[in-house]
């Protein structure tokens, strides 16, 4: 079955925010095709179905952080709004308040994204705990290959360098 979304384009809308990963609203109601204020009113609508670990509203100093990070264009982008942030279970709880054919398929394709990710994770941390024992056995010999695979699992450093027209 052919994806409806690639999953690299979900996974780098999922972020960690108070120790969650989450979706910001902005970017489910694209992916879903909504507006985003549609989205915000359905949440509010069925606010029951949210509890405070489905779903939370960002402060004003998260909202300026991602702003700063270049993960919101900027203030003005949100529309008078803080956004809300859904975590898994929030984004599982979506589906039933949206209630579209897309919304639906866009979901089983979000599950994926965040299986997918714990998966790394998890796969991670295992290598890294697995490097821990090797060198303990090895001596000051095989420093400079354990120092080497580390660099090669620590995440690349992005680059600040600006692509496309500046005004």
Known sequence: ???LIPVERIEQRIYMLRGHKVMLDRDLAELYDVKSIAL???VKRNRDRFPDYFMFQLSEEEACLLVSQKVIPSRRSLGGFLPYAFTQEGVAMLSSVLRSRRAIQVNIEIMRAFVRLRQILSSHRNLAR?????EKKYDSQF???FDAIR???SPPEKSRKVIGFQP
């Open 1 to 3: 079955m052919r994806s």
């Open 40 to 42: 915000r009113q359905q």
């Open 151 to 153: 660099e090669l699992m």
């Open 130 to 134: 697995r490097l821990d024992e090797l």
């Open 143 to 145: 420093k400079v290959v």
